[in-house]
């Protein structure tokens, strides 16, 4: 599947063509170990402090490649979901986290998938993407892009839905509840008390009518609107952009 993905996005020219060639994920040993002690860590103050309740663990697969989509509120809410996860979860990263002293440390020790925002060509997440899901990895995608304002749901890239039919994977919704309350994008820390999070896993959903054919940007503007409906419904917040032509492309 990775090899027709690579030709399909034009990753397979030869160095006279393309002397940049994007790499595919690789977990390396450092990351398997980083992962656990991170996790083993972290994971037990978050879930005591933080998550309140997590429903819907069963409709995560044990094994094989999958979409995580939801929306997203706080820094929480991939904190909350790995710590939640019975499975690793990598997610796309924006380049600002690598560029902190702080989170540089956590993404590369993690083997999350670095996105730069800024930048037109798309080659190498789209590479890194397609060889996780390749090798039957779970990843983390926040349709919005960046965090809520205000907390409710944003205009979403169409990203999640580019993703999805190619590598021909299903996707799970996951509503986040609260975690805009324990740290906004306004707040400079999070608080400790009065503040939990509630996690909310939906079933599968595949889109295995797209896999013959070349989807239209309108096809994954629908595609990413049937998602982004679910993500809304479970996070207990309303879906407003169903009807918008315009499309925001990622």
């Known amino acids: 599947m990775f090899e027709r993905l690579k030709t399909f996005l034009g990753l397979n020219k030869n160095k006279e063509e393309n002397k940049v060639v994007p790499s595919g994920f690789k977990e390396t040993r450092r990351i398997k170990v980083g992962y ?87 080659k190498e997440v789209y590479s890194k993407v397609y060889s996780a899901l390749d090798q039957g990895r779970m990843i983390g995608i926040f349709p919005e892009g960046t965090r809520s304002g205000d907390g409710e749901i944003q205009k979403p890239f169409t990203g999640v839905a580019k993703f999805a039919l190619g ?40 889109f295995s009518e797209y896999a013959n054919m070349q989807p239209t940007d309108k096809d994954y503007k629908d595609v990413t609107d049937k998602i982004m409906s679910q993500v809304a419904e479970l996070a207990e917040k309303k879906y407003p952009h169903v009807n918008e032509e315009d499309i925001k492309i990622g």
């Open 36 to 122: 656990s002690l991170l996790k083993g860590a972290i994971s037990p103050l978050v879930r005591r402090v933080w998550i309140d309740k997590v429903e819907g663990l069963e409709n995560i697969p044990k094994d094989g490649p999958v979409i995580i989509a939801s929306n997203h509120q706080s820094y929480f809410d991939f904190i909350c979901f790995i710590s939640a996860s019975p499975r690793k979860v990598h997610y796309l990263a924006a380049e600002k986290f690598y560029k902190s002293r702080v989170w540089r440390p956590v993404m590369n020790l993690t083997g999350q998938i670095k996105v730069e925002r800024e930048s037109h060509d798309k």
């Open 167 to 206: 590598a021909n994977v299903p996707v799970i919704p996951v509503g986040i509840i609260g975690t805009y309350d324990i740290m906004s994008r306004h707040d400079k820390r999070p608080k400790f008390r009065g503040a939990k999070a509630k996690i909310k896993i939906g079933k599968p959903m595949y």
